[in-house]
T-cell receptor, first 110, second 114 residues
Framework: GDSVTQMEGPVTLSEEAFLTINCTYTATGYPSLFWYVQYPGEGLQLLLKATKADDKGSNKGFEATYRKETTSFHLEKGSVQVSDSAVYFCALMDDYKLSFGAGTTVTVRA | EAGVAQSPRYKIIEKRQSVAFWCNPISGHATLYWYQQILGQGPKLLIQFQNNGVVDDSQLPKDRFSAERLKGVDSTLKIQPAKLEDSAVYLC????????????FGPGTRLLVL
């Protein structure tokens, strides 16, 4: 079945550091790929998405490129802020069903 | 536009007790989802409604979990009787229609079963 594997956390960074969270997937079809973010005390929010190979999703300085050849969708941000502290979930959608990774907790220190 | 509302936000019960969670989706959203998020894991779909009909409940432990969406608007998820392993965050999400990529999530209800 479909599955998502993402980098284990927690990840602790200093402000302005470069962030990357690895995500790989297994799917039988051609899924859409997502990154969701969960800030403390809040619900999951869609951060970005890509619907086909080589698409790049971007939002709030975050980027991820759909790489079909490596079945990956790694999340990157060039300069993180304290406000980026959250749990990040990689997910895939196949036949309109979402499958999530386990989440990666990111803490950014001032 | 108001988001997905859930209540209560937190609940502590003893095993074998019953508990119910409520969700009010975004106005006009036909599709409603309940997810279970166990600590350290990603959300797992329990049940999906389209209006007041069930689209997918293949992952719902039907011996103890039940859900309804009367009138196709708000929804209730019940656990009876609860087990220790039911301790999790229960997330509700909605989308305008079934075959829609973007789901909008509520803040969740955190359940602790002692």
């Amino acid at each position: 079945g479909d599955s998502v594997t993402q980098m284990e956390g927690p990840v602790t960074l200093s402000e302005e550091a470069f962030l990357t969270i690895n995500c790989t997937y297994t799917a039988t079809g051609y899924p859409s790929l997502f990154w969701y973010v969960q800030y403390p005390g809040e619900g999951l929010q869609l951060l970005l998405k890509a619907t086909k190979a080589d698409d790049k999703g971007s939002n709030k300085g975050f980027e991820a490129t759909y790489r079909k050849e490596t079945t990956s969708f790694h999340l990157e941000k060039g300069s993180v802020q304290v406000s980026d502290s959250a749990v990040y979930f990689c997910a895939l959608m196949d036949d309109y069903k979402l499958s999530f990774g386990a989440g990666t907790t990111v803490t950014v220190r001032a | 536009e108001a988001g997905v509302a859930q209540s209560p936000r937190y609940k502590i019960i003893e095993k074998r007790q019953s508990v119910a969670f409520w969700c009010n989706p975004i106005s006009g959203h036909a599709t409603l989802y309940w997810y279970q998020q166990i600590l350290g894991q990603g959300p797992k779909l329990l049940i999906q409604f389209q209006n007041n009909g069930v689209v997918d409940d293949s992952q719902l432990p039907k011996d103890r979990f039940s859900a309804e969406r009367l009138k196709g608007v708000d929804s209730t998820l019940k656990i009876q009787p609860a087990k220790l392993e039911d301790s999790a965050v229960y997330l509700c999400a909605s989308s305008p229609r079934t075959r829609q990529e973007t789901q909008y999530f509520g803040p969740g209800t955190r359940l602790l079963v002692l």
